[in-house]
């Protein structure tokens, strides 16, 4: 009998383990079809933009619209090289970006290690003030800040358009999150040894942060490259233009080469793309152990 029993429960087990089985592959299903629909909703803009860019301005413009072009136009991607000076605007954008985004990680990574690993009176009430000016809208800066760049002459230069978006608090507080997980004793260890705090952040804690720098890398290189309200206000000819100020050339008073603008706005975002999938596993990685790693 108590044989019997055991069989019994034994069965009961593997009834109820190949239940919870299907309920979660059809959970998982259910998660990964709703994702897929969302990242298909998410992707039309970006389908419908690559689509038009061959297709001619009229065919742009025919209602109803239609998604495959009748006649295929790549001609259109020399059309919009030429129609503007896109070659500058693309190592404008370029130029700017990775500056902003190299200073960015630097000074980022210097504030966040004093706040996380230099113990001084007032580091935390002085991280929170730092903190708070996230909760200030960037617009309410523009005039004053403009007005200080006018005073400077930096109107319609590089560094006008460089330095006033060189420095980050959402930066620091990333690596702040980052750099608190990491042992206090691999630090304390080469201090006994006679390494600086340089030495220190440089051999030390950068090299293990790799993947939350990366991370803020390519949040300010994006964020950098789709720009468009500081650029705006700052840039006053095509020698400073970045592409996102650029497009605006497609853009008449009475009417907008849409095909053209399509075709300069897909090569614009090839960049952002490449950048992403050549960065995307430490992308990935340094949201997950950057985001919600403090102690």
Known sequence: MGISVNTNLSDTQRKSFAGKRRRELVIAAGSYTLLALLAFLTLIPIIWMILSSFKSQNEVLHFPPSWLPE????????QAINFAPFGQYLLNTLLIAISVTVIVVLTSAMAAYAFARLRFRGRDLLFLVYLSTLMVPGQVTIIPLF???????????YQGLIIPQAFSAFGTFLLRQFFLTIPYELEDAARIDGASRFRCFFQIVAPLAGPALATLAVFSFLFQWNNLLWPLIMSNSDATFPIAVGLRNFQGQFANVWNLLMAAATMATIPVIAVYMFTQRWFVKGIVISGFGGR
């Open 71 to 78: 006649v295929w136009h790549p001609d259109n991607y020399v």
């Open 147 to 157: 007005i200080l760049m006018r005073d400077l002459g930096w109107i319609d230069s």
